[in-house]
């Protein structure tokens, strides 16, 4: 058992600079990812989970945006802690890639077009394991074979147009896991992707967790993936965190209306639900920048007059937190 | 690859084709007879037609273009009325100053005009992106003919550093040759980099925010090969494009700078040849640079099929 977790989110706030003004995507979000344990952060797009991601890697656009308030406490392979939401461009560029590593929701267009697969992935390799050419190419082939890539020596050295979707996303797994990382953050990952290439590419990234022992954090809006991969659940709505737990509480007893109307959307649990189904009301026109209130109140069948007013905080129970009001209640 | 060459090759046939015979006629529709201004006002109307008897001016104009288009194709383009020797060797005199003043200007422009693209899409928005981009307007929209006389003033009359035009005597070593170009050379290379500039600025933008430069910094590579390696080699097609239309543009059509440094260039021999109406001259010139201008976008085809290997058969 783990005594620390490997990565913990603690109140993060992400301030984008835009045209219209200043607006925040992710408020007061906290999470943590365990060695050995996939973390899937659930919401509909928009929600804050990519710009969390983003934040995480160091890689959220400088020009426009900033990390407004909290930390993102990662503990190293040496031991020690790092502070990303305030790590140096330095040290961050260390962490990518070797420690921490990320796959795209792309994987059309996240792979270079004019480098070969092999290339791409040695030059990770030597950039921190500090390989020599034939060393790098070597762990290249090596970890396209790990991903399943039939005729691993030949695919390295063709161009990402040669392959398909699943292929290149496979590509893009062995890219980020050559490095050995503690961290994987997957935004997305299986969207892009046929239905079949999804289940594999799925087993894939959690067979490489159990070998490697890595943490994950997977991004995904899809129920379906969560109910697949996913340890612990967190629930994003409006850049906020509203539930969080264990995997199978969170399915079997959801507390937050909001969760409890996804899982009413999942076709499989709508059926053998058909009598008292719940449809999740429309997105009232342009959400307007939460000022007060819950930020799901607007679409709450729940909600009454003071969830409008006051924010709901964060309650824990049980080894979950969820943030309504009215949870105990509707529950 | 070779059935590219191949198609392209053809292509050149063609557009040879078109190009000798829009120069044949074109040069011909213009007013002005070459004998009568060889021999001036005095002369009578009869010296004048025996001269163009002399020159098959006299033939019909469809006689005269057969006769040339046999030459062309035992690669001889004829005769100079004015200069008193074959074509192809008055071309050849004047080939080396253009050719070097053409790549060394291409070298002056892209060494001003990639890294400066390049600066002005990394910091795009910010205070260099706008120096830059007010420079290569600057540098766009100054006639070559005024930056060339600043530059004699300055570089040649009141510094003395280089020769104040020519191209040194015939029998100068390469390096004096030279010298005497890198004004003219620099005066080009500035004015032609803008283009570049904002070739490259735009290129870079296009592809600054493409996932793999996000993956390449995933990665945790430095910014400086994100940049030079992912970024600027997805970027490179439409900057090689650009340099290669400069390159050509420049051999064709150096004119004016090399008026303005009296430099013996292809641009003087041609618009010495227009105003004497010295047609075997203008045509096989003309010919010429089509066919280089031809060449040289063979070359950049060939040039982005090692770029991108999606372009590879």
């Not at chain 1, 020009?63 to 993102?72: H, K, L, V, Y």
């Not at chain 1, 909600?303 to 009001?325: F, K, M, N, S, Y």
């Not at chain 2, 040069?27 to 163009?52: C, F, H, N, V, Y």
Request: proline fraction near 5%; glycine fraction near 8%.
């Amino acid at each position: 058992m783990e005594s620390a977790p490997l990565l913990e989110i603690t109140d993060l706030s992400v301030t984008f600079r835009g045209e219209a003004g200043e607006s925040t995507p992710v408020r007061g979000v906290s999470l943590s990812v365990n060695a050995n344990e996939t973390h899937a952060v659930v919401g509909e797009s928009g929600s804050g989970k990519s710009v969390t991601s983003l934040a995480v890697m160091g890689l959220l656009p400088k020009a426009s945006s900033r990390i407004s308030g909290g930390a993102i406490r990662y503990r190293r392979r040496d031991g020690l802690t790092s502070d990303l939401a305030h790590a140096s461009d330095g040290e961050m560029r260390r962490l990518r890639g070797a420690e921490i590593a990320m796959i795209f929701q792309e994987p059309m267009t996240s792979l270079n077009p004019v480098l070969t697969i092999g290339e791409q992935i040695a030059e990770a390799v030597r950039l921190h394991l500090g390989y020599d050419r034939a060393r790098a190419k070597a762990r290249a082939v090596e970890m396209l074979a790990l991903v399943e890539i039939p005729d691993a020596a030949r695919r390295a050295d063709d161009y990402p147009h040669h392959m398909s979707g699943g292929m290149r996303q496979r590509a893009m797994i062995a890219l980020a896991m050559s490095c050995n990382p503690a961290l994987l953050i997957a935004d997305e990952p299986t969207t892009a992707l046929d239905v079949t290439i999804q289940a594999q590419v799925l087993k894939l990234i959690d067979r490489l967790r159990l070998e490697t022992g890595m943490g994950v954090l997977f991004i995904t809006h899809n129920l379906g993936v969560v109910a697949e991969i996913a340890n612990r659940v967190s629930v994003f709505y409006a850049g906020e965190v509203v539930e969080s737990a264990e995997k199978r509480p969170l399915f079997h007893a959801p507390r937050h209306p909001y969760t409890r109307a996804l899982l009413d959307c999942l076709p499989a649990r709508a059926k053998r639900d058909e009598n008292n189904r719940r449809i999740l009301n429309p997105i009232p026109g342009q959400v307007a920048p939460v000022k007060a209130g819950c930020g799901f109140a607007p679409r709450c069948v729940h909600a009454r007059a003071w969830c409008h007013e006051v924010a709901p905080a964060l309650e824990a129970e049980d080894g979950r937190v969820i943030r309504c009001h009215r949870w105990q209640e509707v529950a | 690859m070779l059935k590219v060459i191949a198609r392209r090759a053809f292509g050149l046939a063609i557009v040879l084709a078109i190009v000798g015979a829009m120069v044949f006629f074109l040069t011909r529709l213009a007013p002005g007879d070459p004998a009568a201004l060889m021999l001036g006002d005095q002369a009578s109307a009869e010296d004048i037609a025996k001269l163009r008897e002399t020159y098959g001016l006299d033939r019909p104009v469809l006689v005269q273009f057969g006769l040339w288009l046999k030459e062309v194709f035992s690669g001889n383009l004829g005769h100079s009325i004015f200069l008193q020797r074959p074509v192809t060797q008055a071309l050849a005199e004047r080939a080396e100053p253009t050719f070097f003043l053409a790549v060394f200007s291409l070298l002056i422009a892209a060494c001003i005009g990639i890294p400066a693209g390049i600066a002005s899409a990394v910091w795009r928005g910010r205070m260099a992106d706008q120096a830059i981009s007010g420079f290569a307007m600057l540098a766009a929209n100054i006639p070559s003919f005024w930056l060339g006389l600043i530059f004699i003033q300055i570089f040649s009359v009141r510094l003395g550093l280089f020769p104040v035009a020519g191209y040194g005597s015939p029998d100068a070593g390469l390096l004096e040759r030279l010298r005497h170009l890198l004004l003219p050379a620099s005066v080009l290379g500035i004015v032609n980099s803008a283009l570049i500039t904002r070739f490259t600025r735009a290129s870079m933008l296009d592809v600054l925010d493409a996932d793999f430069v996000r993956t390449a910094r995933a990665k945790g590579l430095p910014e400086r090969k994100v940049i030079l390696r992912h970024a600027f080699g997805n970027a490179l097609v439409p900057i090689v494009t650009v340099l290669g239309l400069t390159l050509a543009l420049l051999i064709g059509g150096a004119i004016v700078t090399e008026t303005v440094f009296g430099l013996p260039g292809i641009g003087n021999l041609v618009v010495s040849a227009v105003l004497r109406r010295d047609y075997p001259v203008i045509q096989g010139a003309l010919l010429v640079v089509a066919a280089i201008y031809v060449l040289i976008n063979l070359a950049i085809d060939v040039l982005y099929t090692l770029i991108d290997p999606r372009v590879r058969m």
